[in-house]
């Protein structure tokens, strides 16, 4: 999505802020884990965090053994961001307008 605004001329609002996941569950971290080697093979940044690494990140998150989701670990990514999904839209339609698609709503 980086690049996205200028490929489509057109403004989708990508805010890069990273991206943290949560893991509530070992056989979330593990499926964490795949992700993390999927979107580095890929050649994005993405790291694999343990649980301590959350909370040195994130001190704020509630780590208590009764805490209601416990946190295994997570997934961050460090460029990952957002964008307005309704901007992303009409840039792709737009973009495909111009290239004589007709979209029919």
């Known amino acids: 999505y980086k690049g996205l605004s ?4 057109y403004n ?7 991206v ?12 964490a884990a795949r992700t993390v080697n999927a979107i580095q093979i ?3 940044d993405s790291e694999l965090l343990s649980a301590d690494d959350v909370r040195r990140r994130v001190p704020i998150y ?3 053994p009764d805490a209601r989701h416990s946190i295994f670990g997570a997934t961050f990514q460090p460029s990952g961001g957002t964008a307005r999904h309704d901007a992303v839209a009409w840039g ?9 698609v007709d979209i029919i709503q």
């Open 6 to 9: 200028q490929d489509l001329n």
């Open 12 to 18: 989708i609002m990508f805010s890069a802020r990273g």
């Open 20 to 31: 943290l996941t949560l893991a509530h569950s070992q056989a979330g971290l593990e499926t």
């Open 42 to 44: 890929n050649g994005i």
């Open 62 to 64: 509630n780590f208590a």
């Open 92 to 100: 792709y339609a737009r973009a495909a307008s111009r290239l004589g």
